[in-house]
Nanobody
Framework: EVQLVESGGGLVQAGGSLRLSCTAS????????MGWFRQSPGKEREGVSC????????YYAGSVKGRFTITRDNAKNTLYLQMNSLKPEDTAMYYC???????????????WGQGTQVTVSS
């Protein structure tokens, strides 16, 4: 059974930082592109960042570029998202996902975690 488990969310003031982690099991982690997505109440799930199986080709949504950094450690089956200079509009449930294509499109991902909540206060 494939499992993706996110952690690291929480409440932070605007301008602060958080580091999200996503630990995978039940799949060959190094064979998958990985992505971070987020969803706020009443909004569609949106792609935040993605990274290739090797850790190269990181890509970011315009709203987070320059503030967020995606990395992965294939030896630890873990994906990370370092989030700096957080803004209230970054408040959302954050999900990690595994897929065969480096993409920010929800439909390109096969496996999803349950999410971790990030709340940024003003």
């Amino acid at each position: 059974e494939v499992q993706l488990v996110e952690s690291g969310g929480g409440l932070v003031q605007a301008g602060g930082s958080l580091r999200l982690s996503c630990t995978a099991s039940g799949l060959t982690f190094g064979a998958y592109a990985m992505g971070w997505f987020r969803q706020s109440p009443g909004k569609e799930r949106e792609g935040v960042s993605c990274i290739s199986w090797s850790g190269g080709s990181p890509y970011y949504a315009g709203s987070v570029k320059g503030r967020f950094t995606i990395t992965r450690d294939n030896a630890k089956n873990t994906l990370y998202l370092q989030m700096n200079s957080l803004k209230p509009e970054d408040t959302a449930m954050y999900y990690c996902a595994a897929g065969r294509t480096i993409s920010l499109r929800v439909n390109d991902y096969n496996y999803w975690g349950q999410g971790t909540q990030v709340t940024v206060s003003s």
